[in-house]
């Protein structure tokens, strides 16, 4: 929305009940033909002072401890990014469901982002 310029302010927050927890991952196919150049790649993203101006940017936290002091005020100390250990006790990940549970869900937030 910051980037649009169109005036919306979006937050995220964690309810005191919990919430989901979720990731991005860094993953190389077991057969990439480059895997030097992706091992390069991969290792230039983690270092700290790479990671932490990529968590300035897209507002997320990463587990580089080493990057934690480089990245803004802003994000470091936004509970909503790096909630402190009593939330995170809190938050789960998703187990794997049947395919029906999933079907239904999908369904479901495919009328949540249609507004229908």
Do not use: C
């Amino acid at each position: 929305a910051k980037e649009a310029k169109n005036g919306v302010n979006v937050s995220f927050s964690i309810p005191k009940e919990g919430a989901m927890a979720f990731f991005d991952v860094f993953a190389m196919p077991a057969d990439a033909k480059n895997k030097d150049e992706a091992y390069q790649f991969l290792n230039y993203l983690l270092r700290p002072d790479v990671v932490a101006h990529i968590s300035d940017h897209v507002f997320y936290a990463n587990a580089n401890k080493a990057a934690t002091p480089l990245v803004s005020a802003e994000v470091r100390e936004n509970p909503g990014i790096y909630p402190p250990a009593d939330v995170r006790a809190k938050l789960f990940t998703l187990k794997v469901q049947d395919p029906k549970i999933d079907r239904v869900r999908t369904r479901a937030w495919t009328k949540v982002k249609s507004g229908k």
